[in-house]
């Protein structure tokens, strides 16, 4: 199974700055996926990331606020732009490897 | 679209006490089921699956579940639980795939000694 690693593992951040999360999968992979889990709440898909193609996003979000690249097939960056005290999450990598989805150890965001 | 059901949000058992998480789902054609287990401060790691095939699926750590296509089930269930298992549990539907999973809002398990 594929093994997924994100930096960082957490952050506090200020009200209005970018934070970038790092996704490393150790095998290639065609589809990475991004998503929010908030406070006490399931796991929302942000969107899907395939190399080389632009992302797609899922109804409520938007790339201005999470700008998403995929330069390879074992990398993934969301960035988490002009942040307020709604975007505190934990951000999680995952990607599909034949009928499973395998999950990254996540990103704790705290924006004050 | 589809869409996943937890009806229990808590759950309290004793160790060595038998458990069993309710999931429904809704999906119009065969889903792709899934059992994720979360503990603190970790990641999903994924319990058991069911695509096609047999509706009674064996899991990692002695947990199964059966896909009840007329009920629209696919329950988790454990014969005797352990004080590790204490962790929130997810159900997720795949709607004909692995990809863009549909989670349930989870159940949060308890075990006491």
């Keep these: 199974s594929a093994v997924i690693s994100?930096?960082?593992?957490?952050?506090i951040c200020q009200r209005g700055t970018?934070?970038?999360i790092q996704c490393q999968v150790d095998s290639q992979v065609t589809m990475m996926f991004w998503y929010r889990q908030q406070p006490g709440q399931s796991l929302t898909l942000i969107a899907t990331a395939n190399q080389g193609s632009e992302a797609t996003y899922e109804s409520g979000f938007v790339i201005d606020k999470f700008p998403?690249?995929?330069?390879?097939?074992?990398f993934s960056t969301l960035t988490v732009s002009n942040m307020s005290p709604e975007d505190s999450s934990i951000y999680l990598c995952s990607v599909e490897e034949g009928t499973e989805q395998f999950?990254?150890?996540g990103t704790r965001l705290t924006v004050l | 679209a589809q869409s996943v059901t937890q009806p229990d949000i808590h759950i309290t058992v004793s160790e060595g006490?038998?458990?069993e998480l309710r999931c429904n789902y809704s999906y119009g054609a065969t889903p792709y089921l899934f059992w994720y287990v979360q503990s603190p401060g970790q990641g999903l790691?994924?319990?058991?699956?069911y695509f096609s095939g047999d509706t009674l699926v064996q899991g990692i750590k002695g947990f199964e579940a059966e896909f009840k296509r007329s009920q629209s089930s696919f329950n988790l269930r454990k014969p005797s639980v352990h004080w590790s298992d204490a962790a929130e549990y997810f159900c997720a539907v795949g709607a004909g795939s692995a990809r863009?999973?549909?989670f349930g809002s989870g159940t949060q398990l308890t075990v006491l000694p």
């Design chain 1, 6 to 11: 994100q930096k960082p593992s957490r952050d």
């Design chain 1, 18 to 20: 970018s934070l970038t």
């Design chain 1, 68 to 74: 998403i690249s995929r330069p390879n097939l074992t």
């Design chain 1, 103 to 105: 999950f990254g150890p």
């Design chain 2, 17 to 19: 006490a038998s458990l």
């Design chain 2, 45 to 49: 790691q994924l319990l058991l699956k």
């Design chain 2, 100 to 102: 863009q999973l549909t």
